[in-house]
């Protein structure tokens, strides 16, 4: 019989409608694997023990008196750091607010908690999204369960090490320049940015307002999608919400690629001296699964990757640094060092950097959706050129962004997926990115289903029981 | 290597800024300020006068009833 935090979320689902077991049989088991982990893991910056084990009770009595609030039911789940919890300190992972207790709920954690979910605590990050891996902190850097002596990457640093290391099914993180693929592709989870206003960001503290998005990490592509059907949505109070539809995100999983075109934009990352043989090697294999599973497979160019990345970035620091503009001033000391240092750097731009910057934007976007997207249903990527980096790369001082190909997708704000393509010769995680068209997440997650099911990566998991031994 | 006279330029603007970086703090500081500076170069590509930058504001959610979207 399958180990409870071995389930998967549409597993569990179907268990627990069957009166096989009980969300709190499962949320005991999420409580006692983040008990024993936490030690050499680190991926927590609170646990919410007893709310947890009341509101899973609370599930197993809906569920028995015939009340099913949806996909996420009962499910054991962690937020990053950053989304507001009503009465529950949410901290950013930063001294500023290290006593902080919202009075609300950001909207994803209401849509979490009306859909049933049971929050088992709040994930780790790097500061205020960006500010890491750092150990002068309130709490220490989450650690890769597949090798504790390296960084899980960010900044949803605790959401991957908590979805890695099995502690939950369910981390939400946020991403504003690959917060979610990255750490995923390092810690071989799932993780989905989906389309810039897909899923509200209101209550979640901000990095970069055009270009933050929320989103799930998960084991699986079907676990994302049934998450996806609980966040996603229109919400009047975030500014950047889209009031699309939202479609069947379960639709693809399970169909083969026939009919799909697809692009590989391998050029983009092959060329850049950073990339690993081993990251190229499992994207093209990938490539080569997804055309035998139907798909046709087309290499495509895209504009050079510094275009996206001096976009983005000058985007990102010149906003985040109008956010932090007054605690800059006036208590530089709060701040840890890796964040003052990459916030105080937006001093030197100009208010003519940000424009060109929205210009070569919007330049950009046109050229992904009128190169690529109109021909091609989705386009595969690298999410990561590396394997997860040692703690002990890192430096004093901050140093420059390399090493992930993420950010172009903040910028245009399509949709995208990154998920495990195998390991390198240490046995450590590499990913790719799916990316959709806007809006059409689903068929990124049918793209992603039908790769996953073949590959088969998903069954392999980090060795903890030795930590679980101690 | 560092560009005394940049340096000196960053050193202005974040003083204009109203920043007194803690000493401890500033080589990071001066190295991405300095990086920042380099890919703003990037940003600005040939376009005409009229393009307008992607985050243009939008009045269609004030749109009489009926006609929003």
């Not at chain 1, 900044?155 to 290391?165: F, K, R």
């Not at chain 1, 010149?318 to 840890?336: N, T, V």
């Not at chain 1, 731009?349 to 919007?362: G, I, P, Y």
């Not at chain 1, 993420?406 to 799916?434: C, D, E, H, R, Y």
Request: charged share 20%; proline share 6%.
């Amino acid at each position: 019989m399958t180990a409870l935090n071995e389930l998967s979320i549409a597993e569990a689902g179907r268990k627990l409608r069957a009166g096989e077991i009980t969300s709190t049989a499962l949320t005991q088991a999420s409580l006692s694997r983040i008990a024993a982990l936490e030690p050499t893991l680190d991926a927590f910056v609170t646990v919410t023990r007893e709310r947890a084990l009341a509101d899973a009770v609370r599930a197993d009595a809906e569920l028995a008196a015939g009340v099913d609030r949806g996909p996420l039911h009962g499910i054991p789940y962690a937020l990053k750091d950053i989304y507001a919890t009503a009465g529950i300190r949410t901290t950013n992972h930063s001294r500023l607010f290290a006593d902080q207790i919202p009075a609300e709920d950001c909207t994803v954690a209401a849509k979490l908690a009306t859909g049933g979910g049971v929050l088992v605590g709040k994930a780790g990050t790097f500061e205020f999204a960006i500010g890491g891996p750092s150990f002068d902190l309130i709490t220490p850097p989450a650690r890769n369960p597949w090798d504790t002596s390296r960084s899980t990457s960010g900044s949803s640093s605790g959401s991957a090490a908590a979805v890695a290391a099995g502690m939950v099914r369910l981390a939400m993180g946020s991403d504003t320049g690959g917060s979610i693929r990255g750490p995923a592709a390092h810690c071989g989870t799932v993780g989905l940015k989906a389309t810039y206003g897909r899923v509200s960001r209101r209550g979640i503290f901000p990095l970069s307002f055009t270009l933050d998005h929320a989103g799930p990490l998960t084991w699986s592509v079907e676990d994302t999608a049934l998450t996806m059907q609980v966040i996603a949505g229109h919400d009047p109070l975030d500014p950047a919400s889209a009031d699309v539809p939202v479609p069947d995100f379960t639709a693809g999983i399970g169909q083969d690629l026939a009919g799909l075109k697809i692009g590989y934009a391998r050029s983009f990352f092959a060329a850049n001296p950073i990339t690993s043989a081993e990251v190229l090697a499992a994207l093209d294999k990938a490539a080569e699964t997804i055309a035998g599973l139907g798909a046709e497979v087309v290499e495509v160019e895209l504009p050079t990757y510094e275009l996206f990345e001096a976009c983005g970035r000058v985007i990102l620091i010149g906003e985040a640094y109008a956010i932090h503009e007054q605690d800059l001033k006036s208590r530089p000391f709060a701040y840890g060092r890796y964040a003052y240092q990459r916030f105080a750097p937006g001093a030197v731009l100009s208010a003519a950097d940000m424009v060109q910057a929205f210009r070569l934007r919007a330049e950009l976007t046109s050229i992904v959706n009128d190169r690529v997207f109109k021909s091609c249903d989705a386009m595969i990527t690298a999410s990561a050129l590396t394997e997860a980096a040692p703690f002990a790369n890192f430096a004093h001082d901050v140093q420059r962004w390399v090493g992930m190909y993420t950010i172009p997708f903040n910028v245009t704000g399509n949709p995208a997926l990154s998920l495990p393509t195998g390991f390198s010769a240490g046995g450590l995680p590499l990913g790719m990115q799916i990316v959709g068209k806007p809006f059409d997440e689903a068929t990124t997650l049918r793209i992603g289903a039908a790769y996953e099911a073949a590959a088969g990566w998903t069954s392999i998991r980090p060795t903890l029981e030795s930590a679980i031994a101690a | 290597m560092p560009d005394k006279a940049f340096d000196q330029e960053i050193t202005a603007l974040l003083a204009a800024a109203g920043l007194q970086v803690p000493p401890d703090l500033a080589a990071g500081v001066y190295s991405e300020a300095r990086d920042l500076r380099r890919i703003t170069s990037l940003l600005r590509g040939p376009r005409t006068a009229a393009a307008e930058p992607s985050n243009i504001f939008s009045l269609a959610r004030y749109a009489p009833a009926g006609d929003a979207k």
